[in-house]
């Protein structure tokens, strides 16, 4: 495996000085500019697959039809920001015109609309070497947005993210985009330096608590602090009810094996957590497809080391029993575990058990009431996801209605009969949650609505219409969405 090494003082002042001098240009470029940028870097990695995917397949351990699929769903996020930015929607234009006659007082001509942080450093995870690293949602985003960016690249990956970024680069450059607008540095000590200098804007993580904790205080402690949306540690809970039990018990059964053990647990939202009734089979049955999987290799020492301890910890507490034990098979593989205890053993406690074991491991809790369902969601912290396995008959019902509602205030995205492993890149979706699963609840880091972590409002108040941003002015020369004296969005506004 190829190592890098750390930046340099002097090639990180180098990286920030050109970012910041790209940022005012980089901004300026009209939509479509800055989308065929974009889209540049699309093509450009698709083009590279074949160089690529060997290199992810070598220092990640990830088989190479996951790495393809993978980096498809990079190179897709990318056009979908493309799509959004010649759309122009984003930029959330409004115009309320001037009214002598407004209560409580008159009205000046003001117009609003969306522009870019500014330079934003980006810190590439290790379990998804493509889709959340160099060229990730964050990267995509925030290029969308119009921000430069710059990539601390995961030690997991070195050469990977090396090779991506220059392609990446030599992509925007080639589109036209300002030199300075993307870059990578390695090491630590420069990614943390980046997030405080003062010419970054915003941060970007997705990895550990601790981790994210660190870099997120060091962002909020600047003199100048920035917004730093980490993704760090979630549960994804799964609550069975007793009639699902009943009817469905084998496939929830299959279901939640397939889930816990894809990709060798290393996805975000692995369900951690699985609430069935006791009595039902449904640990029985788990445990039988458990037993069947084959061995893995996690993604680097780091992340089977983090595994091993919280297995270790997880199985070593007197509430809990070992199902199946899980093992260590040829170069370091790990085959699943499974784990068992009681609501009643989490609820007393929960600081102990409802703790993020990242890897092929998970902990079933059977419970006697589903009464006590409603009690455990109270006592969750802030997740990615969370999951309720249900019938039809019982969508109606207060009980289940009481513990939707509780997973609404503690998750940001509720499920229903399906799995959480899996994350739809789309308008809609919101990959979230309130703190310990991210820094800042308000914002998603997958899907069209990450662009609003990177951009802030302003104001332009009487401003002269030659002087105004085009999406702004009089005839509209963009023909963006905009909405006037709080009506919907037209094009011809």
């Known amino acids: 495996m190829s190592t890098y090494p750390d930046t340099s003082a002097q090639e990180l002042e180098n990286t920030l000085a050109a970012a910041q001098g790209a940022a005012r240009e980089f901004s300026a470029l009209r939509p479509r500019e800055r989308a065929a940028a974009v889209r540049a870097a699309a093509d450009a990695l698709d083009a590279a697959a074949d160089e690529l995917v060997p290199v992810a397949r070598e220092e990640s351990h990830l088989p190479e039809p996951r790495l393809r699929g993978e980096l498809a769903r990079t190179t897709f996020q990318l056009r979908l920001f493309a799509e959004l930015v010649e759309d122009g929607g984003y930029l959330r234009a409004s115009l309320d015109t001037a009214d002598p006659e407004w209560p409580p007082g008159a009205r000046p001509d003001l117009r609003r609309m969306m522009i870019p942080l500014g330079p934003v450093v980006v810190f590439g995870a290790s379990n998804f070497p493509f889709a959340f690293s160099v060229a990730g949602g964050d990267t995509a985003a925030a290029l969308a947005a119009g921000c430069p960016v710059i990539v601390k690249a995961h030690p997991g990956h070195p050469e990977l993210s090396t090779r991506t970024a220059?392609?990446?680069?030599?992509?925007?450059?080639?589109?036209?985009?300002?030199?300075?607008?993307?870059?990578?540095?390695?090491?630590?000590?420069?990614?943390?330096?980046?997030?405080?200098?003062?010419?970054?804007?915003?941060?970007?993580?997705?990895?550990?608590?601790?981790?994210?904790?660190?870099?997120?205080?060091?962002?909020?402690?600047?003199?100048?602090?920035?917004?730093?949306?980490?993704?760090?540690?979630?549960?994804?809970?799964?609550?069975?009810?007793?009639?699902?039990?009943?009817?469905?018990?084998d496939e929830v059964a299959e279901g939640y094996a397939g889930s816990y053990t894809m990709g060798a647990g290393q996805f975000c939202t692995k369900p951690g957590l699985l609430f069935?009734?006791?009595?039902?089979?449904?640990?029985?049955?788990?445990?039988?497809?458990?037993?069947?999987?084959?061995?893995?290799?996690?993604?680097?020492?780091?992340?089977?080391?983090?595994?091993?301890?919280?297995?270790?910890?997880?199985?070593?507490?007197?509430?809990?029993?070992?199902?199946?034990?899980?093992?260590?098979?040829?170069?370091?593989?790990?085959?699943?575990?499974?784990?068992?205890?009681?609501?009643?053993?989490?609820?007393?406690?929960?600081?102990?058990?409802?703790?993020?074991?990242?890897?092929?491991?998970?902990?079933?809790?059977?419970?006697?009431?589903?009464?006590?369902?409603?009690?455990?969601?109270?006592a969750l912290r802030g997740q990615l996801t969370a999951t309720v396995q249900g019938t039809p008959a019982e969508a109606g019902e207060g009980a289940v209605r009481e513990l939707l509602d509780e997973l609404r205030d503690r998750a940001g995205r509720v499920l229903w009969n399906s799995w959480p492993t899996g994350v739809a890149v789309t308008h809609a979706m919101h990959h979230g949650g309130p703190y310990p699963a991210t820094s800042v609840p308000l914002h998603t880091s997958v899907g069209t609505a990450a662009i609003e972590r990177f951009m802030r409002p302003v104001t332009y108040q009487a401003m002269p219409d030659e002087l105004l941003p085009e999406a702004l002015r009089d005839a509209n020369p963009l023909g963006v969405p905009r909405s006037v004296n709080g009506g919907a969005p037209d094009r011809d506004a």
């Open 276 to 378: 069935v009734p006791e009595g039902s089979g449904i640990e029985e049955a788990v445990a039988e497809r458990v037993r069947g999987l084959a061995s893995a290799q996690l993604l680097n020492d780091r992340v089977m080391g983090g595994y091993d301890s919280g297995l270790e910890r997880l199985s070593g507490h007197d509430a809990v029993r070992t199902v199946v034990p899980g093992g260590t098979g040829e170069a370091g593989e790990r085959s699943p575990a499974l784990l068992a205890t009681t609501v009643d053993e989490v609820l007393r406690h929960g600081e102990e058990l409802m703790a993020e074991c990242f890897g092929p491991a998970s902990l079933l809790v059977t419970y006697t009431d589903e009464a006590q369902l409603v009690a455990a969601a109270r």
């Open 166 to 249: 220059r392609i990446v680069a030599g992509a925007l450059a080639e589109a036209g985009a300002p030199k300075g607008v993307f870059s990578l540095i390695h090491g630590e000590e420069a990614g943390r330096l980046a997030v405080q200098d003062p010419r970054v804007k915003a941060g970007a993580f997705t990895g550990s608590l601790a981790g994210g904790r660190a870099l997120g205080d060091l962002a909020a402690s600047r003199p100048e602090p920035i917004p730093f949306y980490a993704e760090m540690e979630s549960l994804n809970p799964v609550f069975v009810t007793e009639r699902a039990a009943a009817e469905r018990g």
